[in-house]
C-alpha cells in the first residue's frame, strides 16, 4: 500500500465546475483537545530525542498560516503537530483513522484525506482550518521519501490560492537516519532539527483557479520549499538520509 497523500486538483476550473462550493458553512476546526495534548506530546519527543528548532519567529504568531514541511518518516507529522510554535492541523491519509488513535485523531481536529479519489470533504476541512485563522500542515511531496522536494503536488498552492494563507517552509532534518525506511524511528537520543524559512506570499486568487497558473504558483513554491531543505543542511550540518532504506 503506497504512503502517498494526494489532493488531487482538477485540470482546470470553469464556472459551471467548481473544485469547492460557496465557502460558507466551512466546517469549524475543533481546539480544546489538540491545546490540551500538545504539552504532552511535545515532553515526549523531548524525552526522546534532542529536538532544535530554527528560526521560529518566522512562523506568524496570528492569522493563517501553511506549514509546508518535506517528509522523511513516520514520526514527521506527530513532531510537527506537538512542536510547531502554535497549534497546528494536519492533513493525513485516512488508513490512520481507525481504531484508538483515529479516535484521538479526530478529536484533535486533524484531517484524514483519501489517498486515491479527489476528496472535497477533506479540502473543505483544509480551508475551514485556515479561513478561522488557524495554522494547516501539509506535507506537499505527498509522501514520505527523500526529502528534498524535487516533486511536490498542487495542493498546497492551491490552499494558498483559495485562502491567502502565506506558506512557510518546514525544513526537518534526523527524523530518519540513512538506512532506515519510512516507518522506523530515529536511534533514542539522536538530533532532530526543524528549522522555517521565510513566508512565501502568493495572495487569494478569485475563482476560477486555472491550470496554468496553479501549475506556475507550485513550481515557484517548490523551489522555495528545496532552497529551505538546502539551506537548513547548511545550518545545521545534517544531510539528508538519501533514500529510504
Do not use: C
Amino acid at each position: 500500500m503506497s504512503d502517498r497523500l494526494d489532493i488531487r486538483i482538477p485540470t482546470d476550473e470553469v464556472p459551471d465546475t467548481p473544485l469547492l462550493p460557496m465557502l460558507t458553512d466551512l466546517p469549524r476546526p475543533r481546539t480544546a483537545v489538540l491545546r490540551s495534548i500538545r504539552p504532552l506530546g511535545s515532553a515526549v519527543f523531548r524525552q526522546a530525542w534532542r529536538v532544535r528548532r530554527h528560526n521560529e519567529h518566522l512562523v506568524p504568531r496570528t492569522g493563517p498560516v501553511i506549514l509546508a514541511a518535506n517528509h522523511l518518516a513516520v514520526v514527521d507529522g506527530p513532531l510537527l503537530v506537538a512542536l510547531s510554535p502554535r497549534p497546528t492541523f494536519a492533513l493525513a491519509k485516512n488508513e490512520l483513522f481507525v481504531g484508538n488513535l483515529g479516535r484521538l485523531l479526530e478529536a484533535a481536529g486533524q484531517i484524514p484525506i483519501d489517498q486515491y479519489n479527489p476528496d472535497h470533504g477533506a479540502l473543505r476541512r483544509a480551508v475551514g482550518v485556515l479561513e478561522a485563522g488557524h495554522a494547516l500542515t501539509i506535507f506537499p511531496e505527498g509522501g514520505r521519501d527523500t526529502g528534498d522536494m524535487a516533486r511536490i503536488r498542487g495542493g498546497v498552492a492551491y490552499l494558498a490560492m483559495v485562502t491567502g494563507a502565506p506558506i512557510v517552509p518546514v525544513a526537518l532534518l534526523g527524523t530518519r537516519e540513512p538506512g532506515q525506511s519510512v516507518k522506523e524511528l530515529p536511534r533514542r537520543g539522536g538530533t532532530i532539527h526543524i528549522s522555517y524559512g521565510q513566508p512565501v506570499e502568493l495572495g487569494r486568487v478569485l475563482w476560477p483557479r486555472r491550470k496554468v497558473p496553479l501549475a506556475e504558483a507550485t513550481e515557484a513554491v517548490r523551489l522555495e520549499l528545496a532552497e529551505q531543505v538546502r539551506r537548513a543542511e547548511r545550518q545545521t550540518g545534517m544531510p539528508l538520509p538519501g533514500a529510504p532504506g
